[in-house]
């Protein structure tokens, strides 16, 4: 059973770059065919895909994100990683990483979410 | 505003059958396959429905899923009080290049 957990800080001030991290469990990030996503929510609207990392290393980003979003892996400790810059309290919002079958079109597996506040 | 329209809440009393709708366009429902999710706060989303109306292993035949041009649509037969949950679909969209989501749908059992 493939399980995803987030983490990081809960409150970040505006202006700075927010960082989050997702460790898998049960199953390799290095594993062909998948992509590992960042989707967040912020309170009270839908969900918004942030963007994704495949196997190789290729991104792939949401157009309204894309100058100041950056997501990486780290396969020997496998966990990616999400850091979006410059952050505004429009990026409050609950983060989830979540695992993508890429030849499916499915979002199989979620983390819980970790809630995120930019506030000074 | 969500490219996936579904109504913001839904209801039923318990043994009763709900449906929950999703509605998109042409380049994603129409062109992609729909996934269904049962979100309880807190919680990670769980996978209902996958391509439009299969079932993940573990997930009871009471939840099914359709789809019809671009909607797309989540039936749930003899509704239980724990199946008291959010609801939303995703699929991917051809413009965006990306995953599109539903606003999600509060269902209340009554």
């Known amino acids: 059973q493939v399980q995803l957990q987030e983490s990081g800080p809960g409150l970040v001030k505006p202006s700075q770059t927010l960082s989050l991290t997702c460790s898998v469990s049960?199953?390799?990030?290095?594993?062909?065919?998948?992509?590992w996503t960042w989707i967040r929510q912020p309170a009270g609207k839908e969900l918004e895909w942030i963007g994704r990392i495949y196997t190789s290393g290729t991104t792939h980003y949401n157009p309204s994100l894309v100058s100041r979003v950056s997501i990486s892996a780290d396969r020997s400790k496998n966990q990616f990683s999400l850091h979006l810059s410059s952050v505004t309290a429009a990026d409050t919002a609950v983060y989830y990483c979540?695992?993508?079958?890429?030849?499916?079109?499915?979002?199989?597996?979620w983390g819980q979410g970790i809630p995120v506040t930019v506030s000074s | 505003q969500s490219l996936l329209t579904q109504a913001p809440s839904a209801s039923g009393a318990p043994g009763q059958s709900v449906t929950i709708f999703c509605s998109g366009s042409d380049s994603n429902i129409g062109g992609n396959p729909v996934n269904w999710y049962q979100h309880f706060p807190r919680t990670a989303p769980k996978l209902l429905i996958f391509?439009?109306?299969q079932r993940p292993s573990g997930v009871p035949d009471r939840f099914s899923g359709s789809k019809s041009g671009t909607s797309a649509s989540l039936a749930i037969t003899g509704l239980h009080s724990d199946d008291e949950a959010i609801y939303f679909c995703a699929t991917w969209d051809d413009t965006l290049s990306g995953w599109v989501f539903g606003g999600g749908t509060n269902l209340t059992v009554l």
């Open positions: 391509t439009d109306y």
């Open positions: 049960g199953g390799s990030i290095s594993r062909d065919s998948f992509y």
């Open positions: 979540v695992r993508e079958k890429g030849w499916e079109l499915l979002l199989d597996y």
